[in-house]
């Protein structure tokens, strides 16, 4: 099983951009799914982006489009999510998250509970 670690996150003023990164130890990195979710404070950790095995698929939040982009490197072994425009709403704790398998449905991969292995969270605080 992978394990995974995110950093990237940092304090940033409204309209400026950050790129996580999302790290995965092992060699079967490509047999995980990854998805972004985030967690602002007080409230529940919600789907941001998820990307299929070898990058060739992606789904985003309504939220989310048009703003962040999910890509990967297997080569790596890593994901990124590359937010432009912050907000301050954006303000939250974001997390990645694996899914071992081998069908690929982006629509079905936004809950919590499809993914098996989850990161520490990298902190990203948007200034007004």
């Known amino acids: 099983q992978v394990q995974l670690t995110e950093s990237g996150g940092g304090l940033v003023q409204a309209g400026g951009s950050l790129r996580l990164s999302c790290a995965a130890s092992?060699?079967?990195?490509?047999?995980?799914?990854v998805g972004w979710f985030r967690q602002p404070p007080g409230k529940e950790r919600d789907f941001v982006a998820s990307?299929?095995?070898?990058?060739?698929?992606?789904h985003y939040a309504d939220s989310a489009e048009g703003r962040f982009t999910i890509s990967r490197d297997n080569a790596k072994n890593t994901v990124y999510l590359q937010i432009n425009g912050l907000k301050p709403e954006d303000t939250a704790t974001y997390y990645c998250?694996?899914?071992?398998?081998?069908?690929?449905?982006?629509?079905?991969?936004?809950?919590?509970?499809?993914?098996?292995?989850w990161g520490q969270g990298t902190q990203v605080t948007v200034s007004s």
């Open positions: 092992g060699r079967t990195f490509s047999e995980y799914a």
């Open positions: 990307i299929s095995y070898r990058g060739g698929s992606s």
């Open positions: 998250a694996a899914a071992r398998g081998t069908w690929y449905h982006g629509p079905s991969m936004t809950g919590p509970g499809k993914y098996d292995v």
